[in-house]
């Protein structure tokens, strides 16, 4: 089964406005990725957080985990129309196969 | 390469019949992914490469499923007899180390008609 299973799946908001989503996971972790699609192809890297870390910032997005519930949560402040894509979440798991196990992605829409 | 190449990027094929996507990855790359997406879906985690060791295939769906990295370098990923199932997005990442940021290719689409 998927590693990360985010939530909500979908979510349609104002520019301007703030959207959160989340991440949970099963087993333990050694880091966390988001990642970005639009348009169905590829994939690019967000954040990586690792399991020592409690928060993450990059410009417009604040990454959190909490290790002791298994969740992360990414918080995009201020969208843009830009912003409207699909968003992974991507675990490396802790001692033992060095898969990136991916969730089945949030959609976030952002209407001008 | 700036980034890492997928070819060909569409592929239409009868059922039955074989195919050959290719991946570049970034040149210094260690690691190396394949991942399937059908349409709408999460990442299916296929195969794995890292340096020389024994390549991670416990994703692959069926025997008609191969993959192979020549060189630490380019990889092929081979289906054979296709099936309509078979339909999906294929999308190649790669890292400089294992499980650090991956960066992937714009994937192959591909159809079994």
């Known amino acids: 089964s998927q590693q990360g299973e985010e939530d909500p799946q979908a979510l349609s908001i104002q520019e301007g406005e703030n959207a959160t989503m989340n991440c949970s996971y099963k087993?333990?972790?050694?880091?966390l990725q988001w990642y970005r699609q639009n348009s169905g192809r590829g994939l690019v890297h967000l954040i990586l957080i690792r399991s020592n870390e409690r928060e993450k910032h990059s410009g417009r997005l604040r990454v959190t985990l909490d290790t002791s519930k298994k969740s992360s949560s990414l918080l995009i402040t201020a969208s843009r129309a830009a912003d409207t894509a699909s968003y992974f979440c991507a675990t490396l798991p802790k001692g033992g196969n060095n898969r990136l196990a991916f969730g089945k992605g949030n959609q976030v829409v952002v209407i001008p | 390469g700036a980034g890492v190449s997928q070819s060909p990027s569409n592929k239409v094929t009868e059922k039955g019949k074989d195919v050959e996507l290719r991946c570049d990855p970034i040149s210094g790359h260690t690691a190396l992914y394949w991942y399937r997406q059908s349409l709408g879906q999460g990442l299916e985690f296929l195969i794995y490469f890292q340096g020389n060791s024994a390549p991670d295939k416990s994703g692959l769906p069926s025997d008609r499923f191969s993959a192979e990295r020549t060189g630490g370098s380019v990889s092929t990923l081979t289906i054979q007899r296709t099936q309509q199932e078979d339909s999906a997005v294929y999308l190649c990442?790669?890292?400089?180390?294992?499980?650090?940021?991956?960066?992937f290719g714009q994937g192959t689409r591909l159809t079994v008609v």
């Open positions: 990442a790669s890292s400089y180390r294992t499980g650090e940021k991956a960066f």
């Open positions: 087993t333990s972790i050694n880091n």
